[in-house]
């Protein structure tokens, strides 16, 4: 491994120039005021989307059926599974709770309420991930990604500290020690959207962060760095060498010593212009991703128009503030795509277009902030098998599934959910060692109360 001791020095000075809503236009009267892998050495071209998925070959059902696994939560965000089939359920509001079956009383496992900034209303700020690592209980350690009141070395003029970091996890009690925190990375962020915040180990070993732009409507402004585009002004997705927003990161946690982390010898900028964490980049808010089958696939919010999920390969660049989907971008044209922008960055390095897409508006598919979910790989519903289960944030009543293609766009379709239980906001995924496929919704569009509830999905 290449050790960077100097890297994460670099982030949290501010020296570099690290200078919105979940959804492009809810909430907010403004724009963004709503709410084994291969290594990179062997991983195919960035520009390839043929997925290493199995065939879908079942009917798609008409709907799917839930089944409760706990309630009460606030805004749960997501669910990891530990090797006894235990749930750990994160809920945005800073709290991780134990559940292995809906006949098991929730247990409290971690509590940062006391070290994130104040929520209030609308916010996507929070306890944004979890992970556990993949030796657990050989290496006990939760990796969670929450936000942080500004620390020494956040700009005044910035909204709040990115925090990386883990904490021990007694595999008896299942109680993290709150003493153990190890902080990983610290990002200064400007604004108090795009704040991504899945968090995932790939089956190389290695951790993935996403990591949103920063905040703000089209990707400038405070924070916000000069990149090579000019018909925009500016924009961290499209700029990998002053700061790491915009972005999926991979680092290795493992056998660090000293050093919190270090950077897989196969990241693609080793040697290259820019810092070394960067995996992928030219993303906007990636709101949930997941592995199958050693590909990586990552939702992002769009901003007016559309949203998006990726299939994420080492070194590939998803064009962010240039396009929006597959679409050119203007940031001075909100609402409207301008009539030409370029294939390629002026270094010949293509713009991936993402294998899903879908509008704000229209059929039959269309909602206004993407929330990014799993492959089924279960044996509970054929028809979903090899498929990619997701959802838009604004649920109502409906998941969206879609079916890889050999070449261009996958087929998506929504499919209704046969219960009222469920809550209208969906706010995060999870699946289990079976390849069951769990569902976290909310009646709330805000962090508050308690209608937050965890969902496997059944056959209707």
């Known amino acids: 491994m290449s050790l960077r001791p100097t890297r994460r020095?670099?982030?949290?000075?501010?020296?570099?120039?690290?200078?919105?809503?979940?959804?492009?236009?809810?909430?907010?009267?403004?724009?963004?005021?709503?709410?084994?892998?291969?290594?990179?050495?062997?991983?195919?071209?960035?520009?390839?989307?043929?997925?290493?998925?199995?065939?879908?070959?079942?009917?798609?059902?008409?709907?799917?059926?839930?089944?409760?696994?706990?309630?009460?939560?606030?805004?749960?965000?997501?669910?990891?599974?530990?090797?006894?089939?235990?749930?750990?359920?994160?809920?945005?509001?800073?709290?991780?709770q134990a559940i292995a079956d809906a006949q098991t009383r929730q247990r409290p496992v971690l509590d940062i309420r006391d070290r994130m900034v104040s929520l209030s209303g609308y916010e996507e700020r929070g306890l944004l991930g979890i992970a556990v690592h993949p030796d657990y209980p050989a290496d006990p350690r939760l990796f969670v990604r929450y936000s942080a009141p500004p620390r020494e070395a956040t700009p005044d003029s910035h909204s709040h500290t990115f925090v990386l970091a883990s904490f021990?996890?007694?595999?008896?009690?299942?109680?993290?020690?709150?003493?153990?925190?190890?902080?990983?990375?610290?990002?200064?962020?400007?604004?108090?959207n795009h704040n991504a915040g899945a968090i995932a180990f790939g089956p190389d070993g290695y951790l993935y962060v996403g990591v949103g732009d920063g905040g703000g409507g089209n990707d400038v402004g405070t924070g916000h760095v000069a990149d090579w585009y000019d018909a925009n002004a500016g924009g961290n997705g499209q700029d990998v060498t002053a700061n790491l927003l915009g972005s999926i990161l991979r680092i290795d946690v493992t056998d660090t010593g000293e050093d919190p982390y270090s950077v897989?010898?196969?990241?693609?900028?080793?040697?290259?212009?820019?810092?070394?964490?960067?995996?992928?980049?030219?993303?906007?808010?990636?709101?949930?991703?997941?592995?199958?089958?050693?590909?990586?696939?990552?939702?992002?919010v769009g901003q007016n128009r559309f949203e998006e999920i990726n299939h994420v390969r080492a070194g590939g660049n998803y064009g962010w503030n240039v396009r929006e989907g597959r679409h050119c971008f203007g940031t001075d044209s909100p609402g409207s795509s301008p009539d030409s922008c370029p294939a390629d960055t002026p270094d010949g390095e293509p713009l991936i277009d993402p294998v899903v897409e879908y509008p704000h508006s229209g059929q039959p598919v269309s909602g206004v902030a993407v929330v990014g979910g799993y492959v089924y790989a279960g044996e509970a519903m054929p028809g979903l098998s090899g498929r990619y289960v997701f959802a838009d944030w604004q649920a109502d009543g409906q998941l969206f599934v879609?079916?890889?293609?050999?070449?261009?766009?996958?087929?998506?379709?929504?499919?209704?959910?046969?219960?009222?239980?469920?809550?209208?906001?969906?706010?995060?995924?999870?699946?289990?060692?079976?390849?069951?496929?769990?569902?976290c919704t909310s009646e709330r569009g805000q962090v508050t109360g308690s209608t937050g509830a965890v969902y496997r999905l059944t056959p209707a």
């Open 264 to 300: 897989p010898e196969a990241n693609p900028l080793l040697g290259r212009e820019g810092l070394d964490e960067h995996f992928a980049w030219g993303l906007r808010n990636p709101w949930g991703m997941s592995f199958h089958d050693g590909e990586l696939y990552a939702a992002d």
């Open 168 to 192: 021990r996890l007694d595999a008896e009690t299942l109680v993290a020690d709150p003493d153990s925190e190890r902080a990983i990375l610290e990002i200064p962020e400007p604004q108090g």
């Open 402 to 439: 879609a079916t890889p293609t050999e070449d261009g766009p996958w087929q998506t379709a929504a499919v209704p959910i046969e219960s009222e239980a469920v809550g209208s906001q969906v706010l995060g995924f999870g699946r289990d060692a079976t390849g069951a496929v769990y569902v």
């Open 9 to 96: 020095t670099l982030l949290a000075s501010g020296v570099a120039a690290i200078v919105g809503g979940l959804a492009g236009c809810v909430g907010e009267p403004t724009d963004d005021g709503t709410p084994n892998s291969p290594s990179a050495a062997t991983q195919p071209d960035a520009t390839s989307h043929t997925p290493s998925t199995e065939t879908a070959t079942g009917e798609l059902p008409s709907a799917v059926g839930v089944e409760r696994l706990a309630d009460g939560f606030t805004a749960p965000i997501g669910v990891e599974f530990l090797p006894d089939g235990t749930a750990l359920v994160a809920d945005q509001a800073g709290t991780v």
